[in-house]
Structure formats: structure tokens, C-alpha cells
């Protein structure tokens, strides 16, 4: 995907879904529910996880999906890796 050429419907839907999946893993990790993983593995996760959100909520060709859900997921993303 480039700057230059718009996203298509289809990237959307799958980028929109990938949102979701980042929301679903911050809150696992948040409700403790990745015993399996480390706490650096935790902590990778969350960062990447939450990065991920971040990059994607910026880009400018959004059409009608609802983002609400995101940035509070960010800012409790964020929290999380404050300690």
C-alpha cells in the first residue's frame, strides 16, 4: 500500500478487521489472559499491537467504518506499558 493509491474497498474490510483483532489482543493482555505468553512477550505484543493501531487509525481514507473503539483501546494500550 502506498501513499499514493487509495486502499480498496477490500484492503479496508480486512484492515478494518485487523483492528479489531488488535483491540481483542490489547484487552486479553490487559484481562491477563495470555498466561502462556512472558511478560516481555506481554509487553512486545502490546506494543506492537498498540503501534499498529495507531498507524492504521491515521491513515486519511476511512469511509464509514466505525473507529470509535480504537483510540480508547490505544489509550489503554498506552496505560498498560506505563505500568
Do not use: C
Amino acid at each position: 500500500m502506498s501513499d499514493e493509491e487509495p486502499r480498496t474497498a477490500e484492503e479496508r474490510a480486512r484492515h478494518y478487521a485487523a483492528l479489531f483483532h488488535s483491540v481483542d489482543l490489547i484487552d486479553k493482555i490487559i484481562a491477563g489472559n495470555m498466561e502462556d505468553d512472558t511478560p516481555d512477550e506481554q509487553s512486545d505484543s502490546m506494543l506492537r499491537n498498540v503501534r499498529h493501531l495507531e498507524i492504521m487509525l491515521a491513515l486519511p481514507d476511512w469511509e464509514d467504518e466505525n473507529l470509535d473503539e480504537i483510540q480508547p483501546a490505544i489509550d489503554r494500550g498506552r496505560q498498560y506499558l506505563s505500568g
